[in-house]
């Protein structure tokens, strides 16, 4: 099975930039539409960002405007780019398909702590 690596977070104040990197052991394609997800503490986790395999990019309201997803699929790598980056978005980054049945195991995602 596909495995998930995250990385790039880290503590940055507000109004920095990270850019997250979601690695994966195989095809991503065959994953079909990726996301980025986050979880706060105490919340759910929430969809952040998908991208299709054509490219097709859909944003959720809260990040629209400052995040930037993208795949390489040539590298089986997703990425988002944050900018203008908000202590509300403090969270754990993960991403998967957004399609459950093609969905693989959670990687261990990626901490990203907005703070002066």
């Known amino acids: 099975q596909?495995?998930?690596?995250?990385?790039?977070?880290?503590?940055?104040?507000?109004?920095?930039?990270?850019?997250?990197?979601?690695?994966?052991?195989g095809s991503i394609f065959s994953l079909n539409t990726m996301a980025w997800y986050r979880q706060a503490p105490g919340k759910e986790r929430d969809m952040v960002a998908t991208v299709t395999n054509g490219g097709t990019t859909v944003y959720a309201d809260s990040v629209?405007?400052?995040?930037t997803i993208s795949r390489d699929n040539g590298k089986n790598t997703v990425y988002l780019q944050m900018n203008?980056?908000?202590?509300?978005?403090?969270?754990?980054?993960?991403?998967?398909?957004?399609?459950?049945r093609l969905r693989v195991s959670w990687g261990q995602g990626t901490q990203v702590t907005v703070s002066s």
């Open 2 to 25: 596909v495995q998930l690596v995250e990385s790039g977070g880290g503590l940055v104040q507000p109004g920095g930039s990270l850019r997250l990197s979601c690695a994966a052991s």
């Open 64 to 67: 629209k405007g400052r995040f």
């Open 84 to 100: 203008s980056l908000k202590p509300e978005d403090t969270a754990v980054y993960y991403c998967n398909s957004v399609i459950p």
